[in-house]
């Protein structure tokens, strides 16, 4: 499997507006200078200087929205719950065969699954049995962790001075494709700068949807 590494050594990263520590921000794009949404960015440091993820009490909601599932991907921390929603006027059926957890689930038009939760760590890839383009991703860590938006932009705040080991992934990687792996130092009092991720990513298989056939 091919991995994308990359060390960024000497990276530094200015101290935030507020007195909590450092802001680390990672813009990831397509590798055609596009702006990459929807990436996930997650945050280690032996050290212990990464900012403590909140405790694992959170319920998700994953939406079913003009045959879209929204958001397409969602973080979530080990032993948290998801619930599927079907906001559309037709029938989906929910499912997937991961390892980490298989489901199914059958939701008529204003519909709700019951709550799901999702021990252990790794990324789920969802879909629905009906309609073939609908997809989305929960991807489950102990890390902290933050998803790119449209700008491609990914921000840690809070963050202490110290070495820093990062980890890039988006559902379009190509298979085999783990992603992006870097090493980053932060230190206090230099000007800030994004850390700059190239990825290199298939099209969107959403793009391909049907909408002539929509509400079958």
């Not at 794009?29 to 929807?38: K, R």
């Not at 050290?47 to 403590?52: E, L, V």
């Not at 789920?124 to 383009?133: F, K, L, P, R």
């Not at 992603?179 to 099209?203: F, I, K, Q, Y």
Request: hydrophobic share 35%.
């Amino acid at each position: 499997m091919r991995r994308a590494y990359q060390t960024l050594a000497g990276l530094v990263m200015g101290l935030a507006a507020n007195a909590y520590g450092s802001t680390l921000v990672v813009h990831v794009d397509d590798g055609h200078g596009h702006p990459a949404d929807s990436a996930v960015v997650t945050l280690q440091s032996p050290g212990g200087d990464a900012p403590a993820a909140p405790p694992a009490t959170a319920t998700h909601t994953i939406d079913q929205r003009n045959e879209t599932f929204i958001p397409y991907v969602e973080v979530m921390r080990p032993g948290e719950q998801v619930v599927f929603r079907n906001s559309d006027n037709t029938r989906h059926q929910v499912y997937s065969f991961s390892e980490l957890k298989r489901f199914e689930y059958v939701l008529r038009p204003g519909t709700s699954s019951p709550p799901l939760t999702i021990e252990g760590s790794g990324i789920i890839a969802v879909g629905c049995n009906i309609h073939d383009e609908m997809i989305t991703y929960l991807f489950v860590t102990s890390a902290p962790a933050r998803v790119t938006g449209k700008d491609g932009n990914a921000q840690f705040e809070g963050l202490a001075p110290g070495n820093y080991q990062l980890r890039v992934w988006h559902p379009q990687l190509k298979p085999g494709d783990q992603g992006a792996r870097l090493e980053a130092v932060v230190a206090e009092g230099s000007p800030a700068a994004p850390l700059n991720v190239h990825l290199t990513l298939l099209p969107d298989p959403r793009a391909s949807m049907d909408r002539e056939h929509m509400g079958y």
